[in-house]
């Protein structure tokens, strides 16, 4: 059984640039969530997503950060315009509804 | 609002011994309590699950146990060796799944 998909898997921008990151979860896994880990500390939930609606979002910077789930597969997170204190791990995880998480490797973006 | 506590945040111990990793919660309304390993530059991978209904999970040297009246879990690692070096991290929650930050492990030959 193939494992989360992330790309890219690094990124370096300059301040005020944007960026995106690709995720495709597991096959049939309906929720898939973004996380934001910065170093040093635990992942911290951007977005939930139960097929192509969005669960929670309480936690996204909403005037910089986006994301998205057509079609309720894949899906996109996007940073325009990004800041220096965005430079962190940003993790693509999914689940059969609210069960065990299974994580892609990240995408480590650093902003100069 | 639940918080995640994990202690202590770095633990070196010799080759061979049994160790326990502690995670605390605030919240006790819990569905799944998850236990991970993190490699440096790698994502998260999943160890154990205990759901809100049972109490412990086994996977060979690894034994995680749930106490949600006192919101804590233990993670036991069993004869450790030093491929067990890593972060291990817990999680708890329902669709909203908080982690912690963390203990860092190191096991020395």
């Known amino acids: 059984e193939a494992g989360v998909a992330q790309s890219p898997r690094y990124k370096i921008i300059e301040k005020r640039q944007s960026v995106a990151f690709w995720c495709n979860p597991i096959?049939?896994?309906?929720?898939l969530y973004w996380y934001q880990q910065i170093l040093g500390q635990g992942p911290k939930l951007l977005i939930q997503f139960q097929n192509n609606g969005v669960v929670d979002d309480s936690q996204l910077p909403k005037d910089r950060f986006s994301a998205e789930r057509l079609k309720g597969v894949d899906s996109t997170l996007k940073i325009q315009p990004a800041k220096l204190e965005d430079s962190a791990v940003y993790l693509c995880?999914?689940?059969w509804g609210v069960g065990e998480l299974f994580f892609g490797e990240g995408s480590r973006l650093t902003v100069l | 609002k639940q918080e995640v506590t994990q202690i202590p945040a770095a633990l070196s111990v010799p080759e061979g011994e049994n160790l326990v990793l502690n995670c605390s919660f605030t919240?006790?309304?819990?569905?799944?309590l998850q236990w991970f390993r993190q490699d440096p530059g790698k994502g998260l991978t999943s160890l154990l699950l205990i759901q809100s209904s049972q109490r412990e999970q086994t996977s060979g040297r690894l034994n995680a146990s749930l106490d949600k009246s006192s919101g804590r879990s233990t993670l036991y690692i069993a004869a450790s060796q030093p491929g067990d070096s890593a972060t291990y991290l817990c999680?708890?929650?329902?669709?909203?799944?908080?982690f912690g930050a963390g203990t860092r492990l190191t096991v020395k030959p």
């Open positions: 999680a708890v929650g329902d669709n909203d799944m908080r």
């Open positions: 919240d006790s309304a819990i569905y799944n």
């Open positions: 096959s049939g896994h309906a929720t």
């Open positions: 995880a999914s689940s």
